[in-house]
């Protein structure tokens, strides 16, 4: 299959896997940001096959992993509503809140759906004119274009009946929270091919300088993993803080100029609780005020619905980069997908989630 | 001013199923005669009693039942009604089985087109004829519009076990070989591209068939060399495997290689964000064979359509007891693991 299968082509990544041995020289800690990437590297056994002293840490890019649980919880309240078609991306409906997920809501008479675009749920508002359509718009900077055209284009319809549960989250603070915390062990970032499709790379610039860090853009095939991999181990064994792109295919250093329009015309940046790690400042997108009779937080009366973590799970610290999942010790035990204690153990892009299906209690080398 | 008189009779040539369809009333029989007698007739059915009496040849008898609630009724490659037809008959004959007899209930919507059903049960009559089973007794229920999605279908089936054969999932020896009979996702992914809410269009279809005539050549070259044999429906391979490793407490080991993935349903998972191992399929087969028949096993397959692209994709160990675990392309090894439910796209 054309733009997959040369991504993929083992010989190609055997010769990046001998280059990679080649040039390092001493242990280097890297951190893919995304769990996209996290997900291709364990299902790939990539880590198996790089030298020992190449260590890959888990980054927080994982949309449902970092979505608060209150966020959660305003979801059900909102889901539970009669007068309520509740859409969302399909990966949420099986996060945990504090008693049940929007599964359960479901299954009690809830009218939840998965779509696959937040645009879906307009055409959902238009043709139930009766009802209230609400779209959970969580994500990074990958999903805050297509929900700001959401809302965009239901501002110009003057569509009343739908609003979005706005949990938009950015990646460049969320790096800083990780180089600025005490335990941080990351010397150098696999930045997210898809997040830098959008935004370009050039807001990781003032990272790399200001915290002396190598960061990669690139993608979530073997190959692309592997080179990024490579440029990134050259970088550090060079001592060079710079930001090399070798997702060239797709990144280019400002990004798509009309998506970030969107997003600004729509968003403001604002902070954020990310779940599992805590308030990170100006680390969010929210509605501006002139769309903020799309807020759902708005529409629907919920800010006295607070809730709490389990005391348990180490979610916050596997996200960082500071705990390994198999590292905490509910994995596998009180946490499993069928009764997971955070969203890492069930989002399909958590890490918690690929270790458990790919590697657990199994040796495999 | 003149009024006409009113004549009250029934209505009695429908174009949507009615609740007085399922009442056992006049109307009852008329779907009976204009939908399901034209399609379905046999020296059992047609005697319209209560029951099918069978003489069933001698044997021990297997026995099995599924209910088909899938949705797009219509889909590309099938449709509910062979599927319900198929489904069954392949899970009596993934336990040794030789399929006789089905009975077939419906519960259909009220407001369901009738030259829909009429199609369906077209349909189930000629699965059950390719087959080689009757269709011997049946019912009909209707519910209120709202309280069901157009119709589902339950069916039940009896088949007679070949003398002398032990298929079981229980039966996995260190050293088997595991054959997959062709490509894996096919009907999964032709259901899920089918349904509203997708914006992209694919050409994939459903691998939805029958699998006994495949199987009883297999069982007549080699009765004993088959350890169990089973068609990886829901949770696709993965869930199959699993069960099977489950089961007996042996590890299995897949090769990533040998896997067959048809393009259209590698772009369709690949959008998705699903593995094609996890996917449904309604006409493959996963065996494990004592290794030194597998050759003949192969060779008997590939004479078959069903399975042209049959393929050894591993083997039975004495390691890891009731896991799965893949050889990937790359030289490193993951687990194959059941899926945990209803397979969610991603967020991005």
């Known amino acids: 299959m054309k733009f997959i299968d040369e991504y993929r082509d083992p010989q190609l990544a055997r010769k990046f896997l001998d280059e990679i041995r080649r040039t390092t020289t001493r242990h280097w800690t890297i951190m893919e940001i995304c769990g996209g990437q996290t997900h291709s590297i364990i299902r790939n056994g990539i880590d198996q096959l790089l030298p020992e002293s190449i260590e890959l840490v888990h980054g927080p890019g994982c949309p449902v992993c970092v979505t608060p649980l209150e966020s959660i919880e305003r979801a059900l309240a909102i889901a539970s509503r009669k007068e309520v078609i509740f859409t969302s991306f399909g990966d949420m409906l099986r996060v ?21 675009s937040p645009l879906d749920a307009l055409q959902i508002a238009r043709d139930n004119p009766t009802k209230e359509v ?39 603070p969320a790096m ?43 993608g979530f095939e073997p190959v692309d993993l592997l080179a990024g991999i490579l440029r990134t181990v050259e970088l550090l064994e060079e001592g060079r803080a710079e930001v090399v792109n070798c997702y060239g295919r797709v990144v280019s250093r400002e990004g798509n100029l009309a998506a970030k329009q969107t997003i600004s015309k729509v968003f403001e940046v604002t ?35 607070r809730a709490a973590e389990s005391l348990l799970c180490m979610s916050g610290s596997v996200l960082q980069g500071i705990l390994k999942p198999d590292a905490c010790p509910a994995f596998s035990r009180e946490c499993t997908p069928e009764h997971p204690l955070g969203a890492t153990m069930v989002s399909s892009e958590g890490a918690c989630a690929a270790y458990y299906n790919y590697h657990r209690n199994f040796d495999v080398s | 001013m003149t009024i006409a008189p009113v004549c009250f009779t029934p209505i009695l040539q429908h174009e949507t199923v009615q609740m007085a369809h399922g009442a056992g009333g006049r109307l009852s029989q008329s779907l009976m005669q204009r939908v399901f007698m034209p399609h379905i007739h046999n020296p059992f059915l047609d005697l319209l009693d209560d029951q099918a ?24 490659g099938g449709n509910i009604g062979e599927l319900a037809v198929n489904g069954t008959v392949n899970d009596l004959a993934v336990g040794g089985a030789k399929p006789l007899y089905l009975s077939a209930g ?31 007794t049946g019912d009909t229920k209707v519910v209120g519009k709202g309280q069901r999605d157009r119709i589902f279908i339950n069916t039940s089936g009896i088949g007679i076990i070949r003398e002398g054969v032990n298929l079981s999932c229980r039966n996995l ?10 490509t894996v996702g096919d009907h999964g992914m032709a259901i899920m591209t089918s349904r509203e809410g997708l914006s992209f269009q694919s050409r994939i279809t459903s691998d939805c068939a029958a699998l006994n005539g495949m199987i009883g050549s297999i069982l007549d070259e080699v009765p004993l060399a088959i350890h169990a044999m089973r068609d990886p429906t829901r949770g696709g391979v993965a869930a199959t495997l699993n069960e099977l490793a489950v089961s007996s407490s042996v590890g299995i080991e897949i090769n990533e290689t040998t896997i067959l993935v048809k393009p259209d349903v590698r772009g369709a998972c690949e959008l998705l964000g699903i593995d094609p191992l996890h996917v449904a399929n309604e006409g493959k087969l996963v065996m494990a064979v004592a290794a030194d028949k597998v050759q003949t096993v192969l060779d008997v397959m590939r004479t078959f359509d069903l399975g042209r692209d049959a393929v050894i994709i591993g083997s039975v160990v004495d390691d890891h007891p009731g896991m799965v675990v893949m050889r990937t392309v790359y030289g490193s090894r993951r ?3 059941l899926p945990l439910g209803e397979q969610l796209p991603r967020i991005c």
């Not at chain 1, 830098?196 to 790399?208: H, I, K, L, R, T």
């Not at chain 1, 929210?286 to 800010?303: I, P, V």
């Not at chain 2, 009496?53 to 297997?62: C, F, Q, S, T, Y």
Request: proline residues 6%.
């Open chain 1, 176 to 218: 800083r929270a990780i180089l600025l915390s005490p335990g941080n062990r990351v010397q150098g970032f696999l930045a997210a091919g898809h997040v830098c499709a959008v935004m370009g790379y050039e807001e990781y610039e003032p990272v790399a300088h200001e915290f002396n860090v190598p960061v990669v853009p690139t």
């Open chain 2, 173 to 182: 020896k260190v050293g088997d070989s595991i054959i997959l009979s062709g």
């Open chain 2, 335 to 337: 687990i194959i693991d």
């Open chain 2, 53 to 76: 009496k069978l003489d069933l040849p001698p044997g021990r008898a297997a026995f099995t039942t599924d209910t088909y609630v899938v949705s797009p009724v219509f889909f590309p």
């Open chain 1, 271 to 305: 902070d954020r609780q990310w779940r599992g790690i805590g308030l990170i400042p100006l680390s969010g997108l929210g509605l501006r005020a002139e769309y903020a009779h799309f807020d759902a937080e708005k529409k629907f009366d919920l800010t006295h619905i």
């Open chain 2, 106 to 136: 419906f519960v259909l919507e009220e407001g369901f087109l009738l030259a829909e059903l009429e199609t369906i049960v077209k349909s189930m009559a000629e699965a059950a004829c390719r087959a080689g089973v009757m269709i011997v």
């Open chain 1, 96 to 116: 945990p809140g504090n008693s049940k997920d929007l599964f359960m809501a479901r299954s009690e008479g809830g009218d939840v759906r998965i779509l696959f």
């Open chain 1, 134 to 172: 609400v779209f959970f718009a969580v994500g990074f900077e990958t999903t805050a274009p297509a929900n700001a055209m959401a809302v965009w284009q239901a501002a110009r319809e003057g569509i009343k009946n739908f609003s979005v549960l706005v949990s938009q989250v950015m990646v460049p």
